[in-house]
């Protein structure tokens, strides 16, 4: 079966449009994602014997022309049958009107829209357009092998389990499709990069440039009511590579990609089995890798010091926790299941271990006021971590925030506002007591103390004399960031 695997351009004239950031937008300080279940999923089907082609438009970026004259001058030599294409909230009309144009020149394709926002909502997006074939519901690496497998044997597709189809008039769902439990069956996104993309189209604000992105587990058994994935793709059962095949693929970056100096591990939660994060230290030691290659991943605030020891010395740099608030109150709200005094003890212990954290914060939850906002801000300097963010709450479907926030009438369900013209987020949640208008002010204001603190200047410089890439990183990033810190204040 010949599969076409498509990020599709949106707004490519402003920007880098990176879809596959919890909170898809042009981001103001330049990030782009890797669209890392598009490339896992492409793998995986060309691993089952598929051919594939895969073009990530906005990696370039290249707009809808563009990309169509891509797919044509492929097609010469690898005719298109299916056509898997991801999506986001903010540009999921885009994305099934650029499927529709597809439609219109390969009407014998068969187009499928994957990603976290046609699973929350799969009959409405299929409503926009006929064109549309079928939905994946949740992570889709067996739903594309299967469906292809179907197409090209001619069975029913009815069978295959994870779709939301079209027939007739109405919609059907096919059974669920149990969730991949063997991650080590799926190929190395490392390898799949290395073929098909290049590693300088993407940036991360926090790692060393350029970086490699990859997943090592799935699912999160936490149950924060924002987290977008657990809730629509992977669950909240945690399922592991093995050790063995997470060092395997950091010897493959050492070994093949000599600019690459840093991964990035975007498991939501890397560090939530401490004997596993402890094997695959040991792994990376063994074999010399903390010497070739840094890395960076998310961990909760539960994380002990000797665990942190052992990731620092396996050439681990920075930790990201979600943080959010200030207010414990706030945080049971929305089922975090941290408490603000483990906050100071792992930042301690981080610095204990020289390791640097890049904390998140946000603001607009259920509960939020002024006061609980100025409670964050005031955590945040006394935690006075290496990097901040601040952001708005922006509710995804099919999470509990967004459930919250359309019930009691604090959000337009137009997913159109979910960023502005140029691409770059919008705030779509007002509270009664704290307008849109105001959550985007106190954040700008919290971003500008934060990072315009002359003790920050300072631990900056100190930082970058010791670790050179460290100051060139900052730099970039600050040469993205820096028009909205020194920018008229709202």
Known sequence: MNIYFINPPFKAAYGKFSRESRSPAITKSGVLYYPLWLIYAAAYCEKHGNSIAFIDAPAKPLDEEQTLDIVAHNAEQLPPQLFVLDTSTPSIKSDVAFGARLKERYPSAFVLLVGTHPTACAEETMAYNTAIDAVALGEFDEVVRQLAAALEGGTPITDVPGLCLRRGDAFVRTAAMPLMTDLDALPMAAEFIKRHLNERDYFFAAATYPSIQIFTGRGCPCHCNFCVYPQTMHGHRFRARSPQSVVEEFQYIADNFPDVHEVVVEDDTFTINKG???????????????????????????????????????????IIPGIESGSQQILDNIHKGTRVEQFYDYVANAKRAGLLIHACYMVGNEGETPQTMQQTLNLALRLNTDTAQFFPLIPYPGTGAYEWARKNGYIEPDYEKYCREDGTHNTVLSLPNLPASELVAFCDMARRKYYLRPSYFMHRLRVGIKDPSDLKRSLKAFGKLRHYLFGPKK
């Open 276 to 318: 596993r994060v402890l094997e695959i230290c040991q792994g990376l030691r063994e074999r010399g890798l903390q010497r070739r290659l840094r890395w960076l991943c998310n961990a909760r605030v539960n994380l002990d010091l000797e665990t942190m020891r052992a990731m620092k010395a396996a050439g681990c740099r920075l």
